[in-house]
T-cell receptor, first 112, second 118 residues
């Protein structure tokens, strides 16, 4: 299994930048790093995926150092609606298909 | 709708009964996944379909659980002789990956079916 470790919870305030770091020490050469967001009573929603260095989209940035043993999801200027659970996953190809293993995630609470 | 649809949204049943949960993936998506999520936990992988075939069913907890996808679109998760420990939210996801070996990229999840076994 591609195991990940991330903080159980984080607190922030509206307008701040939030960085959630995930460690994935046993990442393999062909693995990608993926982050999902989940609100209560909803399925997870894809945020971003990357392999190395930096990836940015309209909602977040993903920073991956050269050794790829960790990654940081950066959420700029969070709002109350960013309160959710954030999952870091390693996307690993096994026998020709991708497996995604979710951990417990990080519960982000954004306060006014 | 354009998203993944799961029915029923809520199902309450008694211990020992049989349950079917249905998933309608996004049209054209050939890859389909079932996950199970217990309270306070992340989703736990159950089974993955590429087209009609189950490419990986290693996450099914025991032989009471079975899933089918006969025409490569709609999938049904079947649970026999339900137990209280089966209570969870069952999530379905689909992806446009066309062939095994293609990275799925983004998985599109439904809102889940909440199963409660009394």
């Amino acid at each position: 299994l591609a195991k990940t470790t991330q903080p159980i919870s984080m607190d922030s305030y509206e307008g701040q930048e939030v960085n959630i770091t995930c460690s994935h020490n046993n990442i393999a050469t062909n693995d990608y790093i993926t982050w999902y967001q989940q609100f209560p009573s909803q399925g997870p929603r894809f945020i971003i995926q990357g392999y190395k260095t930096k990836v940015t989209n309209e909602v977040a940035s993903l920073f991956i150092p050269a050794d790829r043993k960790s990654s940081t999801l950066s959420l700029p200027r969070v709002s109350l609606s960013d309160t959710a659970v954030y999952y870091c996953l390693v996307d690993r190809m096994n026998s020709g298909y991708s497996t995604l293993t979710f951990g417990k995630g990080t519960m982000l609470l954004v306060s006014p | 709708g354009a998203g993944v649809s799961q029915t029923p949204s809520n199902k309450v049943t008694e211990k020992g009964k049989y349950v079917e949960l249905r998933c309608d993936p996004i049209s054209g998506h050939t890859a389909l996944y079932w996950y199970r999520q217990s309270l306070g936990q992340g989703p736990e992988f159950l089974i993955y379909f590429q087209g009609t075939g189950a490419a990986d069913d290693s996450g099914l907890p025991n032989d009471r659980f079975f899933a089918v996808r006969p025409e490569g679109s709609v999938s049904t998760l079947k649970i026999q002789r339900t137990e209280r420990g089966d209570s969870a939210v069952y999530l379905c996801a689909s992806s446009p990956a066309k062939v095994a070996g293609e990275r799925p990229g983004e998985l599109f999840f439904g809102e889940g079916s909440r199963l409660t076994v009394l």
